[in-house]
């Protein structure tokens, strides 16, 4: 973290900081953020239900920016409890936007606002969701994406280590594996995986810029849930893997989006570095 106190430094918020992006977004602060203080923030500061304390440290702290990674996120959690999901992602992130009316202010979102229909989406496509989680991050977005000095951010799976071991994706499988289970994935539904140390970096170039509107941030590699498996199985040799390969037509649960792939055009053109392969940055990566 950037542990510079200079007054002369604007202070920027960090939600969502015991997240897997919003940890790393701390992480990366350094060289990232020379001009920032940086304020990690968690549950122990305020929870995003909760207007009342959330306004009373804003009012506090006074933020020049803020970077909104906090979310209930996994899909699961959002199905379960849908009431808790829209006071935290809706309801949190409308009385944040508010608070930073005057600031600029970047939401994390989601691919998979998109139903999955046709892959390749734009940040011109329609959006329709399936799910809960889906529907909460769209309302968010919309609050978001009324103020012209507020960044809306959508992306994909993100790999990486999270502050609590638990949180990012390839954590929960290798977890799984752990405890001697068999996971299945399909080879027909896709996502554009990236590493979650890009997507934290691609934010602080966008807030570094003064970037507005929408943008899409992923991998640039389309890649079926199997495929990933098996990026995620070779980058840990150590670890014993049963895996095996299931076509959607065999799936009966809840409606999920067969290919929420996304173009990344947009962003990529801001941008000093290219967005990775994953299979390749899996590959590569020491």
Same mark, same amino acid.
């Given at each position: 973290?950037?542990?510079?106190?200079?007054?002369?430094?604007?202070?920027?918020?960090?939600?969502?900081?015991?997240?897997?992006?919003?940890?790393?977004?701390?992480?990366?602060?350094?060289?990232?953020?020379?001009?920032?203080?940086?304020?990690?923030?968690?549950?122990?500061?305020?929870?995003?239900?909760?207007?009342?304390?959330?306004?009373?440290?804003?009012?506090?702290?006074?933020?020049?920016?803020?970077?909104?990674?906090?979310?209930?996120?996994?899909?699961?959690?959002?199905?379960?409890?849908?009431?808790?999901?829209?006071?935290?992602?809706?309801?949190?992130?409308?009385?944040?936007?508010?608070?930073?009316?005057?600031?600029?202010?970047?939401?994390?979102?989601?691919?998979?606002?998109?139903?999955?229909?046709?892959?390749?989406?734009?940040?011109?496509?329609?959006?329709?969701?399936?799910?809960?989680?889906?529907?909460?991050?769209? =309302?968010?977005?919309?609050? !978001?994406?009324?103020?012209?000095?507020?960044? #809306?951010?959508?992306?994909? %799976? /993100?790999? $990486? *280590?999270?502050?609590?071991?638990?949180?990012?994706?390839?954590?929960?499988?290798?977890?799984?594996?752990?405890?001697?289970?068999?996971?299945?994935?399909?080879?027909? =539904?896709?996502?554009?995986? !990236?590493?979650?140390?890009?997507?934290?970096? #691609?934010?602080?170039?966008? %807030? /570094?810029? $003064? *970037?507005?509107?929408?943008?899409?941030?992923?991998?640039?590699?389309?890649?079926?849930?199997?495929?990933?498996?098996?990026?995620?199985?070779?980058?840990?040799?150590?670890?014993?893997?049963?895996?095996?390969?299931?076509?959607?037509?065999?799936?009966?649960?809840?409606?999920?989006?067969?290919?929420?792939?996304?173009?990344?055009?947009?962003?990529?053109?801001?941008?000093?570095?290219?967005?990775?392969?994953?299979?390749?940055?899996?590959?590569?990566?020491?």
């Amino acid at each position: 973290m950037n542990e510079t106190n200079s007054s002369s430094c604007p202070l920027v918020w960090v939600t969502g900081a015991t997240g897997l992006i919003g940890g790393l977004v701390v992480q990366s602060s350094a060289g990232n953020a020379d001009r920032w203080i940086v304020r990690p923030l968690t549950r122990r500061h305020f929870d995003l239900s909760d207007a009342g304390s959330m306004s009373a440290c804003f009012h506090r702290e006074r933020p020049s920016a803020v970077i909104h990674c906090g979310a209930l996120s996994k899909t699961p959690d959002c199905e379960r409890e849908p009431d808790m999901a829209q006071r935290i992602n809706v309801d949190g992130t409308r009385h944040l936007a508010e608070l930073a009316a005057e600031i600029p202010l970047i939401f994390l979102s989601s691919d998979m606002v998109f139903d999955g229909r046709k892959g390749g989406y734009l940040e011109t496509d329609p959006v329709n969701p399936l799910s809960i989680y889906a529907e909460t991050k769209i =309302e968010g977005e919309q609050y !978001i994406l009324k103020n012209p000095l507020h960044t #809306v951010v959508r992306t994909s %799976l /993100n790999y $990486g *280590a999270s502050p609590t071991g638990n949180r990012s994706f390839n954590e929960e499988m290798l977890a799984a594996w752990g405890a001697g289970k068999t996971l299945s994935f399909f080879i027909d =539904e896709f996502r554009c995986p !990236i590493p979650a140390v890009v997507t934290a970096r #691609v934010l602080w170039q966008l %807030l /570094n810029q $003064g *970037a507005r509107r929408l943008y899409h941030v992923a991998g640039s590699e389309r890649l079926s849930r199997w495929d990933i498996a098996e990026c995620v199985a070779r980058r840990h040799p150590g670890i014993v893997a049963p895996r095996k390969a299931e076509s959607r037509a065999s799936y009966q649960g809840p409606p999920r989006p067969a290919d929420t792939s996304i173009h990344c055009s947009r962003v990529q053109a801001l941008l000093p570095f290219s967005l990775p392969r994953f299979s390749e940055w899996m590959a590569d990566v020491s």
